[in-house]
């Protein structure tokens, strides 16, 4: 009987191990066809939704080029020459500071160059050349040199973007040659909007940096092609491009695809442009069939092997069957081998986990992909409204809706900076205590686009004050040391159409929100309080006479009375941005022309520009200033100029044009003879100094003229005419009609 009963025991113990075999080995095939299979088929949706993304990212900097193009064709300034054949420097000095004005709200643009046929100056965004000068020692290529611009732009041609090429730039104050990477674009003159000719330089590497191909599938890649069919850029390795469109037969067009080989090329056509995008994606994962084979041969060596073994263990093991049986079930082990049991089946739970949160990773960020797309395109494609469809009962459950923003802002030190995906899960977490439905999207960097579906179209107030409550919780609670900004915006009808208006109208309220408001979370429906900015020239002024003589104290508190000013006007964050992009600039001329280290300027603009764009941060962006100033101040100071510098010139004359500035004086100041600077002057300005600077006094004196109630003498002695005869009478010269008698004029229009 005990003999038998023992068989019977290697009997249960056998049949269990078998089982055992027969559950893992299923498991693993499972995890294998499902996990994998399913992962790709996600990364290849989120790809193409990604792609797409990005060639509307593409659309919108060539659209952004464009507008830059026509606005400086709108620029006055048709005419740089005066009626005795000299160049107006005073409107080529107005000209290129509105270039340098425009470019610096285009991160991707490297250069823009604007000359006119009959005139030998080139105008940029840094200062003015000839033509010659920029491809030949800025901008060389061994190609597209001073002569062939010439000859193209000269020539009637449409608006062309060149290829990209490597270029060999000339850059920062120690002019050292680097190769960037630039596409060209050139302006039509077929129907000229005026005299100018007009060449963008764009930096590809900071173009491609603007298209996330961090989101794309590893292997794929992207060209742009022009609507003849020429490569301008890619962004990934070289391919045989020709034989992929000999593959379509020659019918490139919008939403085809093909495969080739171990890749999928998919063809889009910009509804801006025409121009023409393939997508290059891997076919499969790259050594998929070879994971595939070692994962089944893994699985049956793991069958034989353990029938084998069981036989040999059943004879000793099925004592301790409960125990293996308890182990499965949750309990606990003994022993060295069911220690290592365990281990596998724990590393197996864990893996199995590790995939289902990748693809509920996957999921959430095709969510938020389809809502991004849903709030910037309409109208819809078909494919965005299938994958709209998918999300419908998420989005817009109820028959309303109300879409809201926040922005997080540091109030004081954190511990540590959370990601992006664990801030956006908070904020979601904590909007559902008070709205179970509420949907928090991550925009970019600490801003969130947050979504509340209504039932009745009586709840919005109660809703906003529920938003307001949360927040003021987050504020003590989870997100201590953050400072919360938000606003809700107007009940809609819940249709998709209705997205890109409530967008809209969210983020317009979050631009013109007061800088100095209380409330956490405003209404956007109701209109913001602001009264205009505040940033008189006559403080400019003192604020760079100060810098050039040393009193910082004296700067930093005309900068922080310019900002609290605006902010007691009810300033709203985008007027307060301009604000402190104004007072920058103006600071950072005075930088160049002193000579100041380049790197040491790009590295305070790059800390400007970080804090207005991503914190939006008032106090952050006043120290800022403060510190820039502080930093110029102390480089200006000690950058003397040791030779003739135009720029330093021009900039010297602009600070100082109300005193009086005569030849001996400035040669004094250049360290020169009167003669010698008089002689400079004249061949590096193109006219003397007594004329350019009674221009420069007389701009001054007319905008003085246009916009005070000081008088005729009062204007003149304000831009250092001492005398009001002398002062009108060189008026009339240069304008051929009197102070007195230009105001009225002015007044009048």
């Given at each position: 009987m005990k003999r038998w009963f023992y068989s019977l025991g290697v009997l249960q113990v056998f049949g269990a191990l078998l089982i055992v075999i027969l559950v893992m080995s299923a498991s693993n095939l499972v995890i294998h066809r499902n996990s994998i299979s399913d992962i790709y088929e996600k990364m290849v949706d989120h790809n193409n939704l990604s792609v797409k993304y990005m060639i509307q990212t593409f659309d919108d900097h060539f659209r952004a080029i464009n507008n830059l193009i026509y606005t400086i064709h709108s620029l006055p300034y048709d005419n740089l020459i005066d009626n005795d054949g000299s160049i107006d420097m005073s409107r080529v000095y107005a000209l290129q500071q509105q270039v340098e004005s425009l470019m610096s709200s285009h991160d991707v643009v490297e250069d823009v160059i604007v000359f006119y046929d009959n005139v030998p100056v080139a105008i940029t965004s840094t200062g003015t050349s000839s033509l010659e000068h920029l491809f030949e020692q800025k901008y060389r290529h061994p190609h597209y040199d001073a002569h062939y611009w010439l000859k193209f732009l000269r020539s009637k041609h449409d608006m062309k973007v060149f290829p990209a090429e490597d270029f060999t730039v000339l850059t920062g104050s120690t002019q050292e040659y680097r190769t960037k990477k630039l596409l060209v674009v050139t302006d039509s003159n077929r129907m000229a909007l005026s005299n100018k000719n007009v060449v963008v330089l764009v930096d590809v590497d900071k173009l491609l940096r603007q298209v996330n191909r961090a989101s794309l599938i590893p292997g794929s890649s992207l060209v742009v092609m022009d609507q003849n069919r020429q490569v301008l850029l890619g962004t990934g390795a070289n391919w045989d491009l020709v034989e992929v469109i000999n593959t379509f037969k020659g019918s490139v067009k919008d939403e085809t695809s093909v495969t080739r080989e171990d890749y999928e090329y998919h063809v889009y056509q910009s509804d801006f442009n025409g121009f023409i995008y393939i997508d290059r994606v891997p076919y499969q994962f790259q050594n998929l069939d070879s994971v595939t084979k070692a994962n089944r041969s893994i699985i049956l060596t793991s069958i034989a092997s353990a029938i084998l073994l069981s036989l040999l263990l059943s004879v000793y093991l099925h004592r301790p069957v409960r125990s293996i049986l308890r182990l499965l079930g949750g309990g606990n082990s003994k022993g060295n081998d069911f220690r290592k049991i365990y281990s596998?089946?724990?590393?197996?739970?864990?893996?199995?986990?590790?995939?289902?949160?990748?693809?509920?990773?996957?999921?959430?960020?095709?969510?938020?992909?389809?809502?991004?797309?849903?709030?910037?395109?309409?109208?819809?494609?078909?494919?965005?409204?299938?994958?709209?469809?998918?999300?419908?009962?998420?989005?817009?459950?109820?028959?309303?809706?109300?879409?809201?923003?926040?922005?997080?802002?540091?109030?004081?030190?954190?511990?540590?900076?959370?990601?992006?995906?664990?801030?956006?899960?908070?904020?979601?977490?904590?909007?559902?205590?008070?709205?179970?439905?509420?949907?928090?999207?991550?925009?970019?960097?600490?801003?969130?686009?947050?979504?509340?579906?209504?039932?009745?179209?009586?709840?919005?107030?109660?809703?906003?004050?529920?938003?307001?409550?949360?927040?003021?919780?987050?504020?003590?609670?989870?997100?201590?040391?953050?400072?919360?900004?938000?606003?809700?915006?107007?009940?809609?009808?819940?249709?998709?159409?209705?997205?890109?208006?409530?967008?809209?109208?969210?983020?317009?309220?979050?631009?013109?929100?007061?800088?100095?408001?209380?409330?956490?979370?405003?209404?956007?429906?109701?209109?913001?309080?602001?009264?205009?900015?505040?940033?008189?020239?006559?403080?400019?002024?003192?604020?760079?006479?100060?810098?050039?003589?040393?009193?910082?104290?004296?700067?930093?508190?005309?900068?922080?009375?310019?900002?609290?000013?605006?902010?007691?006007?009810?300033?709203?964050?985008?007027?307060?941005?301009?604000?402190?992009?104004?007072?920058?600039?103006?600071?950072?001329?005075?930088?160049?022309?002193?000579?100041?280290?380049?790197?040491?300027?790009?590295?305070?603009?790059?800390?400007?520009?970080?804090?207005?764009?991503?914190?939006?941060?008032?106090?952050?962006t006043e120290e800022m200033l403060v510190e820039a100033a502080a930093c110029i101040g102390a480089k200006v100071r000690v950058a003397k100029p040791d030779k003739l510098n135009p720029a330093f010139i021009s900039q010297y004359i602009e600070l100082h044009y109300m005193e009086d500035l005569y030849l001996d004086h400035m040669a004094e100041v250049f360290n020169t003879t009167p003669k010698y600077f008089s002689s400079y002057f004249k061949k590096t300005f193109g006219v003397t100094f007594v004329d350019y600077l009674s221009k420069v006094r007389l701009a001054h004196a007319r905008e003085l003229l246009r916009n005070t109630t000081l008088t005729v003498a009062e204007v003149g002695e304000r831009v250092g005419y001492l005398n009001a005869s002398t002062f009108a009478t060189t008026f009339k010269k240069y304008y051929g009609i009197s102070p007195s008698d230009f105001r009225k004029q002015e007044l009048g229009a």
């Open positions: 596998g089946i724990v590393k197996l739970q864990t893996e199995n986990q590790e995939f289902r949160n990748q693809q509920q990773f996957l999921e959430n960020e095709l969510r938020r992909v389809v809502f991004l797309r849903a709030i910037e395109e309409a109208p819809y494609s078909e494919e965005l409204w299938r994958e709209l469809e998918k999300f419908k009962q998420d989005f817009l459950p109820h028959r309303y809706f109300v879409m809201g923003a926040l922005l997080l802002e540091r109030s004081s030190p954190v511990r540590e900076m959370l990601p992006a995906e664990t801030q956006s899960a908070i904020l979601q977490r904590e909007l559902r205590n008070a709205r179970p439905d509420a949907i928090v999207v991550h925009v970019r960097g600490l801003r969130f686009l947050t979504l509340f579906p209504v039932r009745e179209p009586g709840e919005r107030p109660k809703l906003l004050r529920q938003v307001r409550e949360a927040v003021s919780a987050m504020e003590q609670g989870v997100l201590d040391g953050w400072r919360i900004r938000g606003c809700v915006g107007k009940l809609r009808n819940a249709e998709f159409e209705q997205f890109p208006e409530a967008y809209e109208e969210v983020r317009e309220s979050m631009y013109n929100r007061p800088v100095n408001v209380e409330e956490a979370v405003l209404d956007a429906a109701e209109p913001a309080d602001q009264r205009g900015m505040h940033l008189p020239l006559d403080q400019l002024e003192k604020l760079s006479n100060c810098l050039l003589g040393g009193k910082m104290e004296e700067a930093g508190a005309i900068i922080r009375d310019i900002m609290r000013r605006n902010a007691g006007n009810h300033v709203g964050l985008r007027q307060m941005e301009h604000v402190a992009r104004t007072l920058f600039y103006h600071m950072f001329r005075l930088a160049e022309a002193s000579g100041m280290d380049g790197e040491a300027l790009a590295d305070l603009e790059r800390r400007i520009h970080r804090t207005l764009e991503k914190d939006g941060d008032f106090d952050l």
